[in-house]
């Protein structure tokens, strides 16, 4: 049971265009989530990042977008540079109350391409 | 800081053999997971160690399993090797920040597998 969907698995964008991409989760417990960027042959290197208590974090050119009662969230990047093509992987996590680490659950990704 | 290190970063092996991959977290990093990337599965957990006690395991078989050592290096072994054993194994750590809560994870390049 995929329990991180990112529906669409392939997204193309001008450059200079805003690049929006999906992630919609089922478990209620997930309240932390996390984007990643990889690219070939390297591990995924982190993003940005968004609390169940926020409903935006914005770091430069991204933005995370939290709807907890749709259970989703979208990352912008605004402007798309060509720089930006890779595969992004939405994340989830629930920390409990113990505020420990609990596992990652990621999406199975969506490629980017910014094109010129 | 240094980044987190896999050893070695390709390796092949054939059906039946048992393998180890290492890895090195960022220094002052105690939380090591592994995670197994695949074309069709994404990314999906394997376990999680903390101060050298495994604290979450995710849907593999027994033929996975790890340890970590006291300097929090950690190394995970796959016994038995099968075709579909062949994937991108990736290490990431984390610390904890402000608050207790702990916060994103740092991959590694990963090691990848493959299986003859």
């Known amino acids: ?116 | 800081k240094a980044g987190v290190t896999q050893t070695p970063r390709y390796l092949i092996k054939t059906r039946g053999q048992q393998v180890t991959l290492s890895c090195s977290p960022i220094s002052g990093h105690r939380s090591v997971s592994w995670y197994q990337q695949t074309p069709g599965q994404g990314l999906q957990f394997l376990f999680e160690y903390f101060s050298e006690t495994q604290r979450n395991k995710g849907n593999f078989p027994g033929r996975f399993s790890g340890r970590q050592f006291s300097n929090s290096r950690s190394e995970m072994n796959v016994s038995t090797l099968e075709l579909g054993d062949s994937a991108l194994y990736l290490c990431a750590s984390s610390s904890k920040v402000a608050g207790g809560a702990f916060g994103e994870q740092f991959f590694g390049p990963g090691t990848r597998l493959t299986v003859l």
């Open chain 1, 1 to 116: 049971d995929q329990q991180v969907k990112q529906n669409s698995p392939s997204l193309s964008v001008q450059e200079g265009r805003i690049s929006i991409l999906n992630c919609d989760y089922t478990n209620s417990m997930f309240d932390y989530f996390l984007w990643y960027k990889k690219y070939p042959a390297e591990g995924p290197t982190f993003l940005i990042s968004i609390s169940s208590i926020k409903d935006k974090n914005e770091d430069g050119r991204f933005t995370v977008f939290l709807n907890k009662s749709a259970k989703h969230l979208s990352l912008h990047i605004v402007p798309s540079q060509p720089g930006d093509s890779a595969v992004y992987f939405c994340a989830a996590s629930a920390y409990g109350v113990t505020g420990t680490a609990s596992k990652l659950t990621f999406g199975t990704g969506t490629r980017l391409q910014v094109t010129l």
